[in-house]
T-cell receptor
Framework: GEDVEQSLFLSVREGDSSVINCTYT??????LYWYKQEPGAGLQLLTY???NMDMKQDQRLTVLLNKKDKHLSLRIADTQTGDSAIYFC???????????WGAGTKLIIKP | ETGVTQTPRHLVMGMTNKKSLKCEQH?????MYWYKQSAKKPLELMFV???????ENNSVPSRFSPECPNSSHLFLHLHTLQPEDSALYLC???????????FGPGTRLTVT
């Protein structure tokens, strides 16, 4: 069945790059999303990539998609304390309007 | 501020209580969603409404009852809940079903 997997935690030092990884199983995904959830707040769409793209860059964020391996990553350059949050990977599938969600990766920033 | 508001932000209720969660979107969207978020688990889609018609009900227990009186408002009526229903309940809206979703801040529900 459809499944999206992420590590539950990632710890990085302030100023370093963070790379959050996600794997998915359904090869018919159309869009893949990264959402950010800060404490006490709802989910905020950070960025997304269409499935026929390999890479998308937006300021400090770089999304890489390896469709062959069904692997998606989010790189945050120069990680700041304000980046502390839970990051969710989600995919939409062509035949279904539902989003398939990962469990979220909590990004912990060390000083 | 995403344009989707939810009230209350926190709710504690006993198992015999009846309460309602409210969601309002100010984005002119046609679709609205209820999700349940439990710790360390993927988001669970509960209900989807498109133009006030329910289009999806993912095997949600009948103690959760949605209501969509118009395209801007969505309610989730709760009665005789169980402690395992304690979670963050998120509302989202999108221009149409399948389009990019915008989320509210959620209601943190605790059932005692």
């Amino acid at each position: 069945g459809e499944d999206v997997e992420q590590s539950l935690f990632l710890s990085v030092r302030e100023g370093d790059s963070s790379v959050i990884n996600c794997t998915y199983t359904d090869s018919s995904s159309t869009y893949l999303y990264w959402y950010k959830q800060e404490p006490g707040a709802g989910l905020q769409l950070l960025t997304y990539i269409f499935s026929n793209m390999d890479m998308k860059q937006d300021q400090r964020l770089t999304v890489l998609l390896n469709k062959k391996d069904k692997h998606l990553s989010l790189r945050i350059a120069d990680t700041q304390t304000g980046d502390s949050a839970i990051y969710f990977c989600a995919e939409s599938i062509d035949s279904n309007y539902q989003l398939i969600w990962g469990a979220g990766t909590k990004l912990i920033i060390k000083p | 501020e995403t344009g989707v508001t939810q009230t209350p932000r926190h709710l504690v209720m006993g198992m015999t209580n009846k309460k309602s969660l409210k969601c309002e979107q100010h984005l002119g969207h046609n679709a609205m969603y209820w999700y349940k978020q439990s710790a360390k688990k993927p988001l669970e889609l509960m209900f989807v409404y498109s133009l006030e018609e329910r289009v999806e009900n993912n095997s949600v227990p009948s103690r959760f009852s949605p209501e969509c009186p118009n395209s801007s408002h969505l309610f989730l009526h709760l009665h005789t809940l169980q402690p395992e229903d304690s979670a963050l309940y998120l509302c989202a809206s999108s221009q149409d079903v399948g389009a990019e979703q915008y989320f509210g801040p959620g209601t943190r529900l605790t059932v005692t």
